[in-house]
């Protein structure tokens, strides 16, 4: 059984940085493309970064710069490195995974078959 288990979230002021954790287990991780995504209230879910199978990643245009993605085959554990955080990345932070070998639609939620419970990020102005 595949499971998704994030932490890191917090409360930060502006500028400040979080580096959220999301530990997957149940399957072969380097088969896995995984991906952030986040969600405030009363909004979609919106993509934020994606890891594929190779370490090719992408990033959001809305968080390129500031954030990074990353994953550690040897702790099973996808990475977002979050800086320069502002009031506007406020949100639930959901890591996603999915083993569909393609690299379309990375930042899709629709691709992913398996979430995590999120966890939460607040930035105060």
């Known amino acids: 059984q595949v499971q998704l288990v994030e932490s890191g979230g917090g409360s930060v002021e502006a500028g400040g940085s979080l580096t959220l954790s999301c530990r997957v287990s149940?399957?072969?991780?380097?088969?896995?493309?995984l991906a952030w995504f986040r969600q405030a209230p009363g909004q979609g879910r919106e993509g934020v970064a994606a890891s594929a199978r190779y370490d090719d990643t992408i990033l959001a245009d809305s968080v390129k710069g500031r954030f990074t993605v990353s994953r550690d085959t040897a702790k099973n554990t996808l990475y977002l490195q979050m800086n320069s955080l502002r009031p506007e990345d406020t949100a639930m932070y959901y890591c996603?995974?999915?083993?569909?070998?393609?690299?379309?639609?990375?930042?899709?939620?629709?691709?992913?078959?398996?979430w995590g419970q999120g966890t939460h990020v607040t930035v105060s102005s």
């Open positions: 996603a995974a999915d083993l569909t070998s393609t690299d379309d639609y990375l930042l899709d939620a629709a691709r992913y078959t398996y």
């Open positions: 149940g399957y072969t991780f380097r088969s896995f493309y």
